[in-house]
């Protein structure tokens, strides 16, 4: 049955956390929609802001505030209606709520006090740029927003600087400039996308190096509009094959490939797999 009855549609008890347009108000799912006009009450980020995608989907639900400010004195409120058989939407200002927002807390709480939770898919700022970047999308790794100040920043950095997999960061426009730099100096000179105002009228992606966007963005007025900063994962190592070849050539005439290509790959820190192709061929030509 998923999030509906089956009788006339209408949902079942529990809290629906709903994704909304990151910008283009026509990025929202037909099931949003059936949720947010079908639900009891919509818990939003800022009542405001909802309330204009409401208008513009002609939808008139009643709205109550739920963010940072306010999370811990609304959330017994919710709590309590949803005990009692409420159907609750939650949402964000734009996107998927619990990314960068306290929605997390009242999923968790509903979840222990056994009150059913529903996702409804959509809209995410950090998977649209990442579908924009360029960048690889194996493995990536959603951070947030970093410290504001300098020092507390350049430790969060340190902590991610080996982590083999592309960057997702939200940035505040004021700080581009400064964080981009300290990104270069911190992380090395990686490639990078800095995205804007994604799905919106002046949407901006800009792709280089770290050092060399630092750059631009320290000689240019500070953008407007939502940033999100994507940084490519660091440079593999290069292995040195001619050293590779070199070893192996004095280890095989006395060693098993296996045993030869475990001793040179821990004295080298080169991935076996790569060692052991380069042994079999190498023991493959002599035979």
Not at 154 to 183: C, H, N, P, V, Y
């Amino acid at each position: 049955m998923g999030a509906f009855r089956k009788s006339g549609g209408e949902l079942a008890p529990g809290l629906y956390v709903t994704a909304t347009p990151i910008g283009n108000a026509r990025d929202i799912t037909l099931r949003a929609l059936d949720v947010l006009a079908g639900c009891d009450l919509i818990a939003a980020e800022d009542t405001r802001v909802s309330a204009k995608l409401l208008a513009i989907h002609g939808i008139a639900r009643p709205l109550a505030a739920y963010n940072d400010h306010n999370g811990a004195r609304e959330r017994p409120k919710l709590l309590a209606r949803l005990k009692h058989g409420a159907r609750i939407a939650l949402i964000s200002d734009a996107g998927t709520p619990l990314v960068s927002d306290p929605g997390y807390k009242l999923v968790r709480e509903a979840l222990a006090e056994g009150v059913a939770v529903h996702a409804i898919p959509g809209a995410s700022a950090s998977l649209t740029a990442l579908a924009l970047a360029g960048l690889p999308t194996d493995r990536f790794l959603f951070v947030g927003f970093l410290p504001t100040k300098s020092g507390e920043r350049g430790t969060a950095l340190a902590e991610l600087k080996d982590i083999r997999a592309t960057l997702i960061f939200f940035e505040s426009a004021q700080r581009l400039g400064e964080s981009l730099a300290q990104m270069s100096e911190v992380l090395g000179d990686r490639a990078v996308a800095v995205t804007r105002e994604l799905t919106k009228l002046h949407e901006e992606v800009r792709r280089g190096t770290l050092r060399f966007l630092a750059s631009r963005y320290a000689q240019e007025t500070p953008p407007k509009g939502e940033v999100t900063i994507l940084v490519g994962p660091p440079a593999g190592q290069q292995a040195d094959t001619a050293r590779i070849d070199a070893l192996l050539d004095k280890a095989l005439p006395f060693m098993p490939v296996k045993a030869a290509a475990e001793l040179i790959a821990e004295a080298l820190n080169v991935p076996r797999k790569e060692i052991y192709r380069r042994a079999l061929d190498k023991k493959n030509d002599a035979d």
